[in-house]
């Protein structure tokens, strides 16, 4: 039985990597995405959040039941 923990330890270093290839391979991309970021408005940035949320917490329940 493995340790709540090491899941969510196993789940931020992936994180981490996903988010480092993109880095890497898109740093244009990135910029241009941040500049994007800084003009939307908080009520959308929340609603973007919110959804990618609900879409993560789906994928989890999907794989462990």
Not at 1 to 6: E, I
Not at 9 to 38: K, N, S
């Amino acid at each position: 039985c493995r340790h709540p923990v090491t899941d969510f330890v196993a789940a931020l270093g992936l994180l981490l990597v996903i988010e480092g290839v993109v880095y890497c391979l898109f740093p244009d991309a990135i910029r241009r995405i941040g500049r994007m970021a800084e003009a939307m408005p908080d009520t959308s940035m929340r609603a973007g959040g919110l959804v990618a949320m609900i879409i993560g917490v789906g994928l989890v329940w999907l794989v462990r039941h």
